[in-house]
């Protein structure tokens, strides 16, 4: 085989062929958004039930290598912090498992359930609730020196909505409730719709390139 040869053949299977079967999909999702046709409908909705279960494979196989680089890491030279940080992970993961196959409930059980809202729902939990605070905080440093227009619509709203959440303020202002929630249900849901369309058109976009040679998409740069 030829050196071009060999060139073409990896580019098929790196770029073309995953390149195409997400155009055929996408080209799938989208005649069923404009077209009434029942096989069309049962086709989609098939490939959704197998996209969940590709990602829960996918979550499952990136959850096994984290266990085994922390299990790996343990017979390295680490810190202290280091080793706590994989023998807590490691303990944790190991009694979620045990309790979720010895539980006659399974992931239903109390004891279960104890543990995974634990070790998952409260630190979710304090994660987003840190996040918040820091966009909250973010935009009222941006609020006392506004420049721009993105700037002054972001700190408003978010004013907005801080009192539309705050009990006492809708007690003494009524007017806030209704104009929180038309916040909420419009703007929040018309922003939310406007991104998902940029983001499928930019989708459509980068198969269109890649389908043409002029995007060389992750798994080539990766494997090149």
């Given at each position: 085989?030829?050196?071009?040869e ?19 999909l996408?080209?799938?999702?989208l ?29 499952l196989?990136?959850?096994?290598i984290?266990?085994?680089?922390k ?35 399974g ?30 905080w973010?935009v ?30 809708i007690v ?10 038309w916040?909420i249900?419009?703007?929040?849901r ?35």
């Amino acid at each position: 085989m030829t050196i071009t040869e060999r060139i073409t053949s990896r580019r098929t299977y790196q770029r073309t062929i995953p390149i195409f079967i997400v155009a055929l999909l996408i080209g799938i999702f989208l005649a069923n958004y404009f077209f009434v046709y029942d096989p069309l409908k049962a086709i989609t909705n098939e490939l959704s039930l197998w996209g969940i279960i590709i990602t829960a494979g996918t979550l499952l196989f990136g959850n096994l290598i984290l266990v085994i680089v922390k299990a790996r890491s343990l017979t390295t030279k680490q810190t202290r912090r280091e080793r706590f940080d994989a023998v807590t992970f490691l303990s944790v993961a190991a009694l979620i498992v045990v309790l979720g196959l010895v539980d006659p409930r399974g992931i239903r059980g109390s004891s279960f359930l104890l543990v995974y809202g634990i070790t998952t729902s409260l630190l979710s939990t304090a994660l987003w609730t840190n996040a918040h605070l820091y966009y909250v905080w973010a935009v009222i440093q941006r609020l006392v020196r506004v420049r721009t227009l993105e700037v002054a619509v972001l700190a408003i709203s978010t004013l907005l909505i801080i009192f539309y959440n705050t009990p006492f303020t809708i007690v003494l202002v009524p007017q806030f409730s209704p104009l929180g929630e038309w916040i909420i249900t419009v703007v929040n849901r018309a922003v939310q719709r406007a991104t998902a369309a940029c983001l499928a058109v930019t989708g459509i976009v980068v198969v269109v390139r890649g389908l043409v040679g002029k995007e060389p998409g992750l798994i080539e740069m990766e494997m090149a």
